[in-house]
Each structure stands twice: as C-alpha cells, then as structure tokens.
C-alpha cells in the first residue's frame, strides 16, 4: 500500500542521548526514503536542566539550530527541512522560553510529546508515579493545557499513556474524549506514531497489535473527526526504511482517520 504523505517532522539527533547518527544521515535517509518534508524535532533543550539519556543540555542550542540550517542549504530544492523541538508542556515554567525561540525564528515549530510534568523544579516521567489514576489526570489536564497554549505545531503519541496506564480503563476512555474533543475545537492534528510498530515488529495485517498506536482511543478519535498526522519517530536514520508504511496506512484505513496531507506550522503573535 503506497504512502499518501510526504512529510515527517518528528525526528530526532544523537544529541538526547538515546538516537543514533548524524544529522546528515537522517536527512539523507529521509530523502531517500521519499519524503519531500523533513523536520527535526529533538527533545527540546531546557535552560538549567540536565537530563542525561532523555534531552541535550541547553548549550547545544546554536550548534542544533546552525547543524540544521546547513542542511536546509544543502538539500535546497531537493527536500524542505526545518528546525524545530519535541516538548512537554510545563505551565509557567519555560512558557516565555518557549515563545521566544519561536517568535525569534530561531526554530520554527513545537510538537507537544507529553512524557512528563514539572516536580520540584525538575521534569518527572508520569509514569514512575504509582497511582497510575492521579497519572493520567495529571497527563490529560497538561496535554490539554499545551494544546490551547497556541506553540504546538501537532500532539505528539496522544496515547502515550497506555504505556503504562496498562488498562483500557474508564478513566483511559474518558481521557481520549477529552484530548479528542479539544484537538478537534482546536484544529491541532493527533499523530500517529510508528515507533512501536518497528519495536514491536508487528507485520502483515496486525494493525491493532501495539499499546500504541492503541486502537480504541483511536475510534474515537475517528467518531470525533480530528485531523491525523503520522510521526515516524525517527531515532535511527535507517528507521526511514525500515517503518513499514503500509501498516500504518491500513491503521490509518481500518479505523476511519482523517490523514492531513500537508504541515502548517502555527503562526505566534
């Protein structure tokens, strides 16, 4: 089944510690592999937070933003690329520093992958939290919060949260409502992600077989009618040709999605 999408901008660098390969190579790959948009998307730089194995320090800023830049020139007329971040949203904190480096132009959008909230100064993984109800609460509320902050280009792995809520509970039901009804009030698209389907090597026909993407938050994602982008995820430039495409477009067919064929990046005030 053919790709119907030219586009990825959920990709990472070596720089958070847990991808591999230059920059170079995943715009290669990406080209390669027929994209015709590429954005890179490492986990956002934070001022003063040093989280070895999950981002880089904030003093590699400049050299990401001119390592990119160099490959826009490079690949001119051949693939578009742009420089932007995965984030978390974290309320106050970071808010202006998020802002600025868009209105700046320093980088030119934010995809909103919520992996973690704000605790005593320091990012803390919903998921180390026992209570696994007060998690997804916590998760749902600040996803909804960084939608209508107005930064976010795309929601990132909307559910993210099945990793490790492990329950098709009422509470995870009601919490894909949410995120879908206010992705759709706010015309944010939800991606789907294809990280897990090359972990999980799921094949064939299995289209439902992954914790994410996770096919009952997925119907009513449809049944609500958002717009749907898909992320590859890249953390390895090979993972451009070993995604399996064909997947997610039958994902994407079973489960009625509305696939938006082209990016915008929202304009900042």
């Not at 995943?26 to 934070?46: K, P, Q, R, T, W």
């Not at 981002?55 to 490959?71: F, I, M, N, P, T």
């Not at 509970?169 to 992705?183: F, R, S």
């Not at 992954?210 to 090979?238: K, M, N, Q, R, T």
Request: charged share 25%; proline share 3%; aromatic share 16%.
């Amino acid at each position: 089944m053919e790709r119907t999408w030219n586009y990825n901008i959920h990709s990472h660098t070596s720089r958070c510690q847990h991808a591999y390969g230059s920059d170079e190579e995943y715009a290669e790959h990406c080209h390669n592999a027929g994209f015709s948009v590429m954005g890179f998307s490492d986990h956002i730089f934070l001022p003063g937070i040093h989280q070895k194995g999950m981002r880089g320090d904030y003093s590699l800023l400049d050299e990401y933003v001119e390592s990119v830049s160099s490959l826009k020139k490079k690949y001119e007329g051949k693939m578009e690329i742009h420089v932007g971040f995965e984030a978390e949203w974290y309320g106050d904190y970071f808010h202006s520093y998020y802002y600025n480096l868009l209105k700046s132009k320093k980088i030119e959008y934010l995809i909103l992958g919520q992996h973690a909230f704000m605790l005593n100064g320091f990012p803390t993984f919903y998921a180390s939290l026992a209570d696994h109800e007060m998690a997804l609460n916590m998760y749902t509320n600040d996803l909804i919060a960084g939608m209508r902050s107005g930064l976010f280009t795309y929601v990132c792995h909307p559910d993210l949260y099945v990793a490790w809520h492990h329950e098709w509970t009422k509470q995870g039901e009601e919490a894909a409502w949410k995120i879908a009804k206010e992705a759709k009030a706010l015309n944010i698209p939800l991606e789907v992600n294809m990280a897990p389907s090359r972990w999980k090597g799921v094949k064939g026909d299995d289209v439902d077989g992954l914790y994410y993407p996770y096919a009952p938050f997925w119907e009513i994602v449809s049944e609500v009618g958002c717009d749907v982008v898909v992320g590859v995820d890249a953390h390895d430039p090979s993972n451009y040709e070993d995604s399996d495409y064909a997947w997610v477009m039958r994902f994407i067919e079973k489960h009625h999605l509305k696939l938006v064929k082209n990016i915008t990046f929202p304009t900042i005030k």
